[in-house]
Nanobody
């Protein structure tokens, strides 16, 4: 049974930083990603990582500001978010699957419950 539990969401000032964590249990597969959904908008993939070789992929709008990483020993996924903007306000979800890392949500089998990030 796979379980993903996010934490770290909070309110922040524009230009500030937050770090999200996602603790995974069970056989999640090699691909993990972060997604976000703002009110009235579709869910979008923002970062993905292959936990085997460490390769990473980013949405253009967050590349250079956000960093995805994975601690294999702790089976924990992270998202370091710097230079936050009000447009980053959303519910953030972690997800897991097997195969080639992707930012396409329908490719993911497992999802966390989400953690709220608000930037003002």
């Amino acid at each position: 049974h796979v379980q993903l539990v996010e934490s770290g969401g909070d309110s922040a000032q524009a230009g500030g930083s937050l770090r999200l964590s996602c603790v995974a249990s069970g056989n999640t597969g090699n691909c993990m990603g972060w997604f976000r959904q703002a009110p009235g908008k579709a869910r979008e993939g923002i970062a993905a990582i292959d936990t085997g070789d460490g390769s990473t992929y980013y949405l253009n709008s967050v590349e250079g500001r956000f960093t995805i990483s994975h601690d294999n020993a702790k089976n924990t996924l992270y998202l370091q978010m710097d230079s936050l903007k009000p447009d980053d306000t959303a519910m953030y979800y972690c997800a897991a699957t097997s195969g080639f890392p992707t930012l396409v949500s329908r490719e993911y089998n497992y999802w966390g419950q989400g953690t709220q990030v608000t930037v003002s």
